[in-house]
């Protein structure tokens, strides 16, 4: 990777991790990007599954107060 391409990939993994993506998240779309392109499927089940767990967590954080 040239260093314009590697500092792109650490922003996109910065974001990836603010979004609530875990590292084993990140790298396997890394990896399914790097063999077959953009993996919109595998992007989208992601989010999903991530935005599931982040409800869930919001609502037993709720449920302490």
Same mark, same amino acid.
């Given at each position: 990777?040239?260093?314009? !391409?590697?500092?792109? *990939?650490? +922003?996109?993994?910065? @974001? @990836?991790?603010? @979004?609530?993506?875990?590292?084993?998240?990140?790298? +396997?779309?890394?990896?399914? *990007?790097? $063999?077959?392109?953009?993996?919109?499927? $595998?992007?989208?089940?992601?989010? $999903?599954?991530? *935005?599931?767990?982040?409800?869930?967590?919001? *609502?037993?954080? !709720?449920?302490?107060?």
């Amino acid at each position: 990777l040239s260093s314009s !391409e590697s500092l792109s *990939r650490l +922003h996109s993994i910065k @974001a @990836a991790k603010l @979004a609530g993506f875990t590292l084993d998240d990140i790298r +396997h779309l890394i990896e399914i *990007r790097e $063999e077959s392109g953009v993996p919109c499927s $595998e992007v989208k089940r992601l989010i $999903e599954k991530r *935005r599931e767990e982040l409800t869930r967590k919001l *609502r037993e954080l !709720e449920n302490a107060q």
